[in-house]
């Protein structure tokens, strides 16, 4: 009689209904925060630079999360075709996490380095022209867009008030030279991060308008970092063995 007066009213089945969501939740969750190694320890995971960080802010206002997932599961089919599994530490400076619920198109988390600046800027221009039975839109205003990088230092401060290591005084650059080196730790410097967006943009080129910086050139310094700070060697081996 209990179940049928509960499975009869709605209202009491919706409220103990979340009531039952909540505790689960509370059971998956609150434990997180007591877990020293949640996020494993792995050397070379770092926050993005200035410029790459706002090629990842063009990825999300264009919705390429919708389509491309950044995240490769613990399967032999997939890292036969994506390569080693993702790891928790690669998304810890993401806010938010570029994991994906579905994969219209190929996952992205291991696309750095896989193709050339210029075929990424033709892919963006025309799929098609490059992969012919691509469904993928087209991007041609990406690189008739100047970048606006005059905010680029508050957002890394926002950045920051969530955890990522950019730099605002001498102790916490200090500290990312001692974790990242000299030459990376002067690029979260939030003081200097106009200043490395632009050199970073005028080494590397990557939408090749030397004469300019495009949304074009910081989603494509985007997508070439992505999967390459990890040296996987030093996992794939242990791991890739019991598959052979």
Not at 59 to 81: N, T
Not at 100 to 126: C, E, F, I, M
Not at 180 to 194: E, P, V
């Amino acid at each position: 009689m209990r179940h049928e007066h509960i499975e009869t009213n709605s209202a009491l089945m919706l409220l103990l209904i979340l009531v039952v969501i909540s505790i689960g939740g509370l059971v998956e969750i609150v434990p997180l925060f007591y877990i020293n190694d949640t996020i494993e320890k792995v050397d070379g995971v770092r926050p993005y630079t200035p410029l790459e960080m706002r090629g990842r802010d063009i990825y999300v206002r264009e919705g390429c999360y919708l389509c491309h997932s950044q995240m490769i599961r613990p399967f032999r089919d997939e890292w036969l075709r994506y390569g080693h599994y993702s790891l928790a530490a690669e998304s810890q400076y993401d806010h938010p996490f570029q994991w994906g619920s579905r994969r219209t198109g190929p996952d992205l988390a291991r696309v750095g380095g896989k193709y050339s600046n210029q075929w990424q800027v033709q892919h963006l221009k025309n799929p098609q022209s490059v992969v012919p039975q691509s469904i993928m839109p087209r991007y041609p205003w990406l690189l008739e867009n100047d970048l606006d990088y005059s905010d680029v230092g508050a957002r890394m401060r926002a950045l920051r008030a969530t955890g990522v290591p950019y730099s605002l005084v001498q102790q916490e650059y200090d500290a990312n030279v001692k974790r990242f080196g000299k030459d990376i730790a002067d690029q979260l410097d939030i003081s200097q991060g106009q200043e490395s967006l632009l050199k970073q943009a005028r080494d590397k080129n990557f939408d090749g308008l030397p004469n300019r910086v495009t949304e074009m050139e910081a989603l494509v310094a985007y997508l070439q970092v992505l999967g390459t700070m990890v040296d996987f060697t030093k996992y794939e081996e242990g791991y890739f063995a019991k598959f052979r």
